[in-house]
Each structure stands twice: as C-alpha cells, then as structure tokens.
T-cell receptor
Framework: AQKVTQAQTEISVVEKEDVTLDCVYE???????LFWYKQPPSGELVFLIR??????QNEISGRYSWNFQKSTSSFNFTITASQVVDSAVYFC?????????????FGAGTRLFVKA | DGGITQSPKYLFRKEGQNVTLSCEQN?????MYWYRQDPGQGLRLIYY???????QKGDIAEGYSVSREKKESFPLTVTSAQKNPTAFYLC????????????FGDGTRLSIL
C-alpha cells in the first residue's frame, strides 16, 4: 500500500524556535518522488522541494532544510529560527508511477502556528 | 504571469443541483488534477487528466464529472449524486513527468444551502 503519514496534526512554537515536521511514507516502488508543499491561509499550495528515491542528500535552502532517510522511510522538514510568516499547513506527498501516468498521494498535513 | 485560475472562490449549492467549478491554466501543462480537501484529511484526488480529451478517475470520483476539451481548461461538475459536497476544492496542473511539482490554484469553497 502507498501511504504518507504526518503524525503531527498541529504544532505551535514561538518565533525564532526551530521546528521539525515529520513525514513517513510507505511504498513498494523503487522509483518514486517526495515533495513538500506549503498551504498559507490564502489556500493555494506552494511547492517547496522535490526529492527522488535515489537521492538521499540532505538539502538546505535558507532557513529550510530537509532530511531524507530511506532506511526509515522518512522525509522530515526543519524550519530554523521560525517566523510568523511560516504559519501555514505543510503537506508531504509521494508521487509514484502508474501505467500511462502517475499518482501523487498527500499526507493529512501539519498545521504550524508560529507566535510572535 | 503564468498560473492557475479557479472560479468562483465561494459557491453555494442547493439540494438536487449540479454546479460547475472552473479551472484554467496558462502554464502550457499537459496534466491537470482536481482535489478535495476536508479538515484533517489532506488532499484526495477526484479526477486527473494527462492529456486533452482524456481523463481518469481518482480515489473519490463518485458524484463528480469532468471534461478536458482544451489543454487550458479542466472544469469539475459536482452533481446531485454527491451527497456531501461541502469541502474546499483545489485544481492543479503539472508537466506530465512524475518528477515535476504540481502548481495549484487558490481553490473554491463549496457549501450546501
């Protein structure tokens, strides 16, 4: 079965704290892609990062960093020195190939509150 | 600017009524998608289309219909057969390769009158 689990429903932090959003996935495919999206209050999802299953290098982009570990099927997202503008719902997603196309499965999302 | 436009932003449906949600993209993407978002359940795939004049059912297609007559447009009709239509609906598009991220519209919030 293909599944994406974001066990943290809501997280609340104070500005400047570091916060890690967990993502655990299940798949039998050897080739797949993992994504993180941010959904601000305006509603549209914004793409943050993509990782393929053969690239376990961690990535840092400004205050954002991602830790991909195939051994534990995890793709965790850390925000360093959080800011109020980081408040949003964050979705982890798994994209897998199907005959004639592909399918993306989203986790339930983690709502992050950053308080000033 | 390239992007995805969904309209209307808010929509109200009466009992027994069909309503259509609009989705237009000018990103020249082949693939388009419709998702339903309910609180605490993430996004669930309703329908997707990889190419013009072709579309496939997603996980929760019952009570919905789509068409893909033009590359730019992928309207979703919520029929009277959908007994619980109240939700936030998101349209997305992407290049056909599965390593490409999806681009999303601002969503349509549908409620029952």
């Amino acid at each position: 079965a293909q599944k994406v689990t974001q066990a943290q429903t809501e997280i609340s932090v104070v500005e400047k704290e570091d916060v890690t959003l967990d993502c655990v996935y299940e798949t039998r495919d050897t080739t797949y892609y993992l994504f993180w999206y941010k959904q601000p209050p305006s509603g549209e999802l914004v793409f943050l990062i993509r990782r393929n299953s053969f690239d376990e290098q961690n990535e840092i982009s400004g205050r954002y960093s991602w830790n991909f570990q195939k051994s534990t099927s995890s793709f965790n997202f850390t925000i360093t020195a959080s800011q109020v503008v980081d408040s949003a719902v964050y979705f982890c997603a798994l994209s897998r190939p199907l005959t004639g196309g592909f399918k993306t499965i989203f986790g339930a999302g983690t709502r992050l509150f950053v308080k000033a | 600017d390239g992007g995805i436009t969904q309209s209307p932003k808010y929509l109200f449906r009466k009992e027994g009524q069909n309503v259509t949600l609009s989705c237009e993209q000018n990103l020249n993407h082949d693939a388009m998608y419709w998702y339903r978002q309910d609180p605490g359940q993430g996004l669930r795939l309703i329908y997707y289309s990889q190419i013009v004049n072709d579309f496939q059912k997603g996980d929760i297609a019952e009570g919905y219909s789509v068409s893909r007559e033009k590359k730019e447009s992928f309207p979703l009709t919520v029929t009277s057969a959908q007994k619980n239509p109240t939700a936030f609906y998101l349209c997305a598009s992407s290049a056909r390769d599965n390593n490409q991220p999806q681009h999303f519209g601002d969503g349509t919030r549908l409620s029952i009158l």
